[in-house]
Each structure stands twice: as C-alpha cells, then as structure tokens.
C-alpha cells in the first residue's frame, strides 16, 4: 500500500543524511520533497500542510546530539511526528458488556467480511462474541455472513427471509444473544453506494435502539480522500467511535490511512489486510508509522542512543584518535559505552563516519566474545601501561596474559593490532582497514 510513498521518503531522507551539516535550506528542501509525496499520496492538503510546518519546528529547534548524525535525528522526528499523526497511541476498544458494536460503511468497503474477522479476533482474544446481520437490502449479505461465521465458528444471528424491518431483527437478535450468552455482539449493517438519506436514518435508529459501546466505520483504503468524507458524514448522523480501514494490502497509496485521524479525529483501530479472515489487526500507529519509513532500525536506534551514548567522550575519544593520542584509557571507554550499547551491527552504521564502511565490515569484527577478550587485555594493564602503550614490552605482556587468561601469542597478536590501528586512525578514510585488523583477532 505505502510502496511509493516509502520509497520517495526512502530517497529524501537518504539525501539528506548524506550530507555532513544540516542547514534551514537543507531541511526545507527535504521537507518540500516530502510534502509532494504526501500530496502524491493522496494525503489531504492542509494535512500534509500542518505535518510539515510541525516537523519543521522540531527540526529547527530540537537539541541537537553531536554523536548522531542530523539527517537521522531528522529521521526520527519525522517518525515520531508520523506517528501521531496517525492518532499516537493504539485506541483500545470499550467492550465491556453488554458490548454491542455497530459495525457501518458504503457498500463494498468490506463490512460484512470485517464483521466475521473482528469476531474471530475477539474470540481469539477469549471473549465470546456474536455475529448479527442486519443488512437486509442485499440478499446475499446475510448468506455471506452466515457462511463467514461458520468459517470463524462463531454463532450467527440471520432474520429470515423477505424481512425488512431492521429494528424487529435487532431486537430479536438481542433476546437471541442473552440464550448465546455472548458477551460482544457485533451487528452489521447495509450499505449503500454512496451515503443517502435512507441509509443514514436507519442506521440513527439501530443506533438508539441497541446503544452499541462501540460504533466502527469501515472505510476502503484504496478510496483514498473519499473514505475520509464518508467518515465525516457517519460520523455527523450516528458518532463514530473508530474506523476500520480495509485493504491496505492493495496498492492504492495510502493517503486516507494517513489523513483519517488528522481529519476526523477519531482512530483507526484496526486494519485489514487482505481477504482471508485472519488478515486483520489492530492499528498501531507506530508500528505503521516506521513500516511506512522503513527505517525503524535507525529510529530506535536514535532513542537508544540518545540514552546510552556518552557525548562527551564520544567526541573526545574521536579527537584522540586523529590526533594520534588515543590510548588503552580511551579505548576502554569506547569498549564499555559499547558494551551498554548492546548489539552493535546496526549502530556503527550511526555513528559519524561509519555509515559508508558499515558494510565493508568483515563479519565477527564485533563480535561480543572478541571484545571481550580485548577488554580483559586492557584491564590487566597498570593504569601507565594503558596511557603509554609503548612500555608493554616481554615481561608485561607475559604477565598481561595471565592476568587475563590469554595466551602470550593473543596478546601480541592484540598489542599489534592496537598499534596499527592506532597509526591508521589518524589518517583519515582507513577506519575500514582498522576494522579488517579487528576482525583478524581470534
Ligand atoms: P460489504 O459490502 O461492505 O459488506 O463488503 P464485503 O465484506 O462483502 O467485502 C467486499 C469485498 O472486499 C469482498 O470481496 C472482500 O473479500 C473484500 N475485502 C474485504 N476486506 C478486504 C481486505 O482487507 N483486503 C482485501 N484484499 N479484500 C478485502
């Protein structure tokens, strides 16, 4: 569904994190390009509008981390500020009994198979739900339905045949659930074509007589800003509680997903995603919001950063290396921030420099048993030893090695190794040589 979208974003930001300063000009450039994909996504105008002047004040003012480069802390923001705007957190649904959800939408936008997905969902989930139609102007609807539930294996209430009046059907059904003993009863409803008057006075009606906790809009995503009107339009005759948006798995592109909470206020609370009853789940804004960057890697890894990272060392240590000056002090420091860092593969790639090596880094280089090693080395030196590499000569690296647990042979091997890499950081663009000297460690 958000390919094209994903994929502009995807180009917009990798030019801006390519670049090494981020400027006002930069970010209103980037923020331009990505206006025109949201345009070209089918977001509302004054939605795309309001987002970017958002993510622009927070651009322009957020603190910045020296230690992470701008266009991913740009990144970030944009995720977060996406994420909102598809409603922040997940809407949680009101069922407590006697739970009646009013499940509504134009004709062909899924309802009745959305119906039979939400009670497998809630069955799943241990509750006991039932099935009701209530769409009496399509024939086939009560069929599908019923067919649908026995799919899911849950009850289902049908009127029977030739019945037009859908409040008697209600309130038959409501008698029908109390001998069920269900505790959810999910009620869908007819369509039309488009919202008429007829369709919207029988839904005000149902509506008063079973007083449903949750009432559902079932919009097409692939309708595009037409889903949002239709939304607006229940939502004025009967008060929506949460819109259901279907096929997502099509490639329409994504616009009424991203302007339905922003436009209508109310959340999208679940989704469907393909035909198949269990292709269908709640709505996490998040987890939309980085599946429609596709870079949720460098998001969290923006957050957890901004956690662990030791600025100021970071930054002390960098200069020690090109001034040629970094020694085992430093290196254990950078050893024990990593070690905070956890699982490093995806966070060198981050860090100020790393990103165009990240993947000429021979596999195991940073493997977790191997810096361990290294660090052991380190702490069994004398805090001299460690601020002048030079003295280790024979005897201290025999004794290093014991105190480490290693041989004299792996000691060697990691003081030659140190001094290389030493010689190399401080010429520039040699960090992947550094790190095949790594890798070389065992
Ligand atoms: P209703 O008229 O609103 O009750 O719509 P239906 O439930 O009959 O659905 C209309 C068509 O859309 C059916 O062919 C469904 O299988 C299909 N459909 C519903 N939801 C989805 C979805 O999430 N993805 C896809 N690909 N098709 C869906």
């Not at 009013?102 to 069955?123: D, E, F, M, V, Y």
């Not at 870079?295 to 990272?309: F, L, N, P, R, Y």
């Not at 420091?333 to 990593?338: A, F, G, I, T, V």
């Amino acid at each position: 569904m958000f390919n094209a979208l994903s994929e502009s974003l995807d180009n917009t930001f990798r030019n801006l994190r390519g670049v090494g300063k981020i400027s006002e000009k930069n970010i209103t450039d980037a923020l331009r390009e990505v206006r025109l994909s949201l345009l070209e996504a089918d977001v509302e105008f004054s939605v795309a509008k309001a987002f970017i002047a958002t993510v622009k004040e927070q651009a322009m003012g957020e603190k910045v981390m020296k230690s992470i480069k701008p266009g991913e802390q740009i990144v970030k923001i944009f995720n977060d500020e996406l994420t909102k705007l598809l409603g922040g957190d997940q809407a949680p649904m009101d069922l407590n009994p006697p739970a009646h959800i009013l499940i509504c939408g134009l004709n062909g936008a899924g309802k009745t198979t959305t119906s039979a997905k939400l009670a497998l969902r809630l069955k799943k989930d241990g509750r006991r739900p039932l099935l009701i139609a209530c769409d009496l102007y399509r024939p086939a609807a009560i069929d599908q339905l019923k067919t649908l539930a026995e799919q899911v294996e849950v009850p289902c209430f049908a009127p029977e045949a030739g019945e037009t009046d859908v409040l008697k059907v209600a309130k038959q059904a409501l008698s029908w659930a109390k001998e069920q003993n269900g505790t959810v009863l999910i009620f869908d409803t007819a369509g039309r074509q488009e919202v008429d008057e007829t369709l919207i006075e029988e839904l005000k009606q149902l509506n008063k007589l079973i007083e449903p906790k949750e009432t559902l809009l079932v919009a097409d995503s692939a309708t595009g800003q037409q889903a949002v009107s239709v939304a607006q339009s229940f939502d004025a005759a009967v008060g929506l509680t949460g819109i259901v948006l279907t096929k997502l798995d099509g490639d329409a592109r994504g616009g009424a997903a991203l302007s339905m909470r922003a436009v209508t206020g109310k959340p999208i609370k679940y989704i469907g995603e393909g035909e198949k009853m269990d292709q269908f789940t709640e709505f996490y804004p998040d987890r939309m919001a980085s599946r429609i960057l596709g870079m949720g890697d460098i998001v969290s890894m923006v957050e957890h950063a901004a956690d662990k990272i030791d600025e100021e060392s970071v930054m002390k240590s960098a200069k020690r290396m090109q001034d040629g000056k970094f020694d085992f002090n430093d290196f254990l420091d950078q050893m024990k921030m990593l070690n905070k860092l956890g699982p490093l593969d995806g966070l060198m790639g981050m860090l100020p420099g790393f990103n165009k090596i990240k993947k000429q880094i021979p596999a195991g280089a940073l493997d977790p048993k191997r810096m361990k090693r290294m660090e052991a080395i380190v702490l069994s030196m004398t805090p001299t030893e460690r601020s002048r590499p030079e003295l280790i000569k024979g005897r201290r690296r025999k004794r290093i090695a014991e105190g480490s647990g290693n041989t004299v042979i792996q000691v060697n091997q990691f003081l030659k190794q140190f001094g290389q890499m030493r010689k190399m950081m401080k010429s520039k663009g040699k960090m992947r040589d550094m790190m095949k000297q790594l890798g070389g460690m065992d």
